[in-house]
């Protein structure tokens, strides 16, 4: 069995660099196996009328959009991957 793996920048967020991301991994690694959606960022102790909009935005992007993107461009490499959608939620 072939252990290897890259590093590639992106943000999650974005779908053409989620895209990117996922054209290395094919080229370099081939169909991946197993999809883990772990990015997230969380503003915790800012209230809502305090936050500002465009951080509120980056949030939706990120913990949101990211896992969509993440799953929608994983699923144009016609893998049968594993996927894992991890998030913390912290409520106070």
Known sequence: MRRAGIVHKADVG?????????????????????LVNNAGVNESGVDVDE??????????????????????????TKSREKVLNSRLACIW
């Open 14 to 34: 974005d779908y053409s660099q989620v895209q990117g991301l996922f054209n290395a991994t094919l080229t370099t690694l081939g169909v991946p196996w197993i």
């Open 51 to 76: 936050m500002d909009i465009d951080v509120f935005e980056r949030t939706i992007r990120t913990n949101l959009f990211g896992t969509f993107y993440g799953r929608k461009a994983n699923g144009k």
